[in-house]
Nanobody, 123 residues
Framework: QVQLVESGGGLVQAGGSLRLSCAAS????????MAWYRQAPGKQRELVAS???????NYADFVKGRFTISRDNAKDTVYLQMNSLKPEDTDVYYC?????????????????WGQGTQVTVSS
């Protein structure tokens, strides 16, 4: 069983910063690609940023130069540093981790989601 626990959301003024964290726990053999998504009510969930196991990163155009994704493999945690926040960044943010587990000698890879954390940016 694997769980992802997010933290770090909240209310901030435009131009401010927040740092989101997502910690994985459970029967983890290997953490693969880790990512952050966001979703507004009535809209599809969209990719914000991702980071591979090798450290290669990818960002959506709307956050390039403002957000930074990073990971700490020793802590099984992925972070999203959000700077220069704008009101349009207001959303629920979800972490997504592709995790390999090993059970009775058999490997499985699944994509797990965090519970979501609200980020609200006031103008």
């Amino acid at each position: 069983q694997v769980q992802l626990v997010e933290s770090g959301g909240g209310l901030v003024q435009a131009g401010g910063s927040l740092r989101l964290s997502c910690a994985a726990s459970g029967s983890i053999f290997r953490l693969n690609t880790m990512a952050w998504y966001r979703q507004a009510p009535g809209k599809q969930r969209e990719l914000v940023a991702s980071i591979t196991s090798g450290g290669s990163t990818n960002y959506a155009d709307f956050v390039k130069g403002r957000f930074t994704i990073s990971r700490d493999n020793a802590k099984d945690t992925v972070y999203l540093q959000m700077n220069s926040l704008k009101p349009e960044d207001t959303d629920v943010y979800y972490c997504n981790e592709q995790i390999t587990t090993k059970t009775l000698g058999i490997y499985h890879e699944y994509a797990y989601w965090g519970q979501g954390t609200q980020v609200t940016v006031s103008s």
